[in-house]
């Protein structure tokens, strides 16, 4: 069975400083993955996912997250963080049982520290 | 095009009362998924569904809870009973197709609280 593990359920950066966000998948399959955030009190938007066409994927608001088989990895980053990127965020990997329902990981809280 | 819309974006009950959320899915989608956030927790998944038909309910709980997506009509997902462990956020999303690499998009969500 699938499963996707986010370390560190706060992470504080400077504004400027560099974002890592870290996620591990455990998939007996090739995974498609997913990185989602949540401003609060609001729904969920898709930052960017790994369809199996190229390891490093690039998203939207300057995130990129690069997956790593050997590693089971698809951590997220982004080089200079803005008061803005201030979110929850969560790395899902899709069920292959033939529902393609989400599993999540348990989210990262981002602060930004002026 | 607009996006997953739901309905009420927040509802009170009190214990004993039913709940029903409701999901419009993003047009031309006939695949709807729901997800309760528990209070600083992640998501977890509860049903998905496809026009007139539940394909997955492995993750709702046995007793109290039922969803449904007519021909006509938005997904319901319905509470009977609430009890003060159901405050939370349910999240409905939808997709176009069926498939590992298909994106699912997220609604507002629906706020319960049972006092």
């Known amino acids: 069975a699938q499963s996707v593990t986010q370390l560190g359920s706060h992470v504080s950066v400077s504004e400027g400083a560099l974002v890592l966000l870290r996620c591990n998948y455990s998939s007996s399959v090739p995974p498609y993955l997913f990185w989602y955030v949540q401003y609060p009190n609001q729904g969920l938007q898709l930052l960017l996912k790994y369809t199996s066409a190229a390891t490093l994927v690039k998203g939207i608001n300057g995130f990129e997250a690069e997956f790593k088989k050997s590693e089971t990895s698809f951590h997220l980053t982004k080089p200079s963080a803005h008061m803005s990127d201030a979110a929850e965020y969560f790395c899902?990997?899709?069920?292959?049982?033939?529902?393609?329902?989400?599993?999540f990981g348990t989210g990262t809280r981002l602060k930004v520290l002026a | 095009n607009a996006g997953v819309m739901q309905n009420p974006r927040h509802l009170v009950r009190r214990r004993g009362q039913e709940a029903r959320l409701r999901c419009s899915p993003m047009?031309?989608?006939?695949?709807v998924y729901w997800y309760r956030q528990l209070p600083e927790e992640g998501l977890k998944f509860m049903v998905y569904?496809?026009?007139?038909?539940?394909?997955?309910e492995s993750g709702m709980p046995k007793e109290r809870f039922s969803a449904e997506f007519p021909k006509e009509g938005p997904s319901i997902l319905r509470i009977q009973q609430v009890v003060r462990g159901d405050s939370a956020a349910y999240f409905c999303a939808s997709s176009p197709l069926a498939g590992s690499d298909n994106e699912q998009f997220f609604g507002p969500g629906t706020r319960l609280t049972v006092l």
């Open positions: 047009k031309g989608h006939s695949h």
């Open positions: 569904l496809q026009k007139e038909n539940i394909i997955d």
């Open positions: 899902a990997v899709t069920d292959t049982s033939g529902t393609y329902k989400y599993i």
